[in-house]
């Protein structure tokens, strides 16, 4: 079982940065993909970013590529999710979500963090 907590959510302004973090307990973290998703109200829940095992691939969605970078550090459980250049649209909860395989599906993920909000004003 994976448990995962996101943090580090909150209020910006257009053109400014956040970070997010996501811990996860247990001690097989680097056996799993980490994914960031985010979901903005009325609309389903749609890919981020996603990492592999060792850190060593990532995946990003178009509407974030080049402004977000993901990261993971396997010694201390976290992944991370920097996020520059924000925009209002990128207005959303965010979560965090493990699985064994390389997918940006998000069916194919069974583990979630409960969300964080992030909010960005004009």
């Known amino acids: 079982q994976v448990q995962l907590v996101e943090s580090g959510g909150g209020l910006a302004q257009a053109g400014g940065s956040l970070r997010l973090s996501c811990a996860s307990s247990?001690?097989?973290?680097?056996?799993?993909?980490m994914a960031w998703f985010r979901q903005a109200p009325g609309k389903e829940r749609e890919f981020v970013a996603a990492?592999?095992?060792?850190?060593?691939?990532?995946s990003y969605a178009d509407s974030v590529k080049g402004r977000f970078t993901i990261s993971r550090d396997n010694a201390r459980n976290t992944v991370y999710l920097q996020m520059n250049s924000l925009k209002p649209e990128d207005t959303a909860i965010y979560y965090c979500?493990?699985?064994?395989?390389?997918?940006?599906?998000?069916?194919?993920?069974?583990?979630w963090g409960q969300g964080t909000q992030v909010t960005v004003s004009s």
């Open positions: 247990g001690r097989t973290f680097s056996s799993y993909v």
């Open positions: 979500a493990a699985d064994p395989s390389f997918t940006t599906w998000v069916l194919d993920y069974d583990y």
């Open positions: 990492i592999n095992w060792s850190g060593g691939s990532t």
